[in-house]
C-alpha cells in the first residue's frame, strides 16, 4: 500500500508560480512511475505530467509544457510540480498518483493505469 499527499496548492496571480509536492509513505516507492493530474469543475479529470521511477523518463500535456515540471526524489519520498507562468486555465484540483511498474523508463498518462491517489490540493490562478 501506498498513502498519497499533496501540498502546496493555494491562490495565485495570473503569471505566478507554485510548486506542489506529493509526499508518499509505504514501501517501494523508488518503483512507481508517479503522475499529477488535475480535475476543474464541469470537467473530467485529466493528465498533467508523469515521471518514471527512474526520473530517466517525463511526459506532459501540450497544454502545460515548457511552463511545468515534474521532478521527484526518491530519497524523501516526493514527487515535485513546478507550475509556472500560471494562467486562470490551469485551476483546478490537483491530484498525485502513482503506479508500480518493473520498468525503470516508463510514464503512463491514462489514470487507469495508476493504482494510487492522494485527496487532491486546490489550485486558483486569479485573472
Known amino acids: 500500500q501506498v498513502q498519497l499527499v499533496e501540498s502546496g496548492g493555494g491562490l495565485v496571480h495570473t503569471g505566478g508560480s507554485l510548486r506542489l509536492s506529493c509526499a508518499a509513505s509505504g514501501r517501494s516507492f523508488s518503483r512507481y512511475t508517479m503522475g499529477w493530474f488535475r480535475q476543474a469543475p464541469g470537467k473530467e479529470r485529466e493528465f498533467v505530467a508523469a515521471?518514471?521511477?527512474?526520473?530517466?523518463?517525463?511526459d506532459s500535456a501540450d497544454s502545460v509544457k515548457g511552463r511545468f515540471t515534474i521532478s521527484r526524489d526518491n530519497a524523501k519520498n516526493t514527487v515535485y510540480l513546478q507550475m509556472d507562468s500560471l494562467k486562470p486555465e490551469d485551476k483546478a484540483v490537483y491530484y498525485c498518483?502513482?503506479?508500480?511498474?518493473?520498468?525503470?523508463?516508463?510514464?503512463?498518462?491514462?489514470?487507469?493505469?495508476?493504482?494510487?491517489w492522494g485527496p487532491g490540493t486546490q489550485v486558483t490562478v486569479s485573472s
Open positions: 515521471i518514471s521511477w527512474s526520473g530517466g523518463s517525463t
Open positions: 498518483a502513482g503506479t508500480f511498474t518493473s520498468d525503470s523508463l516508463r510514464v503512463y498518462s491514462d489514470y487507469a493505469s495508476y493504482w494510487y
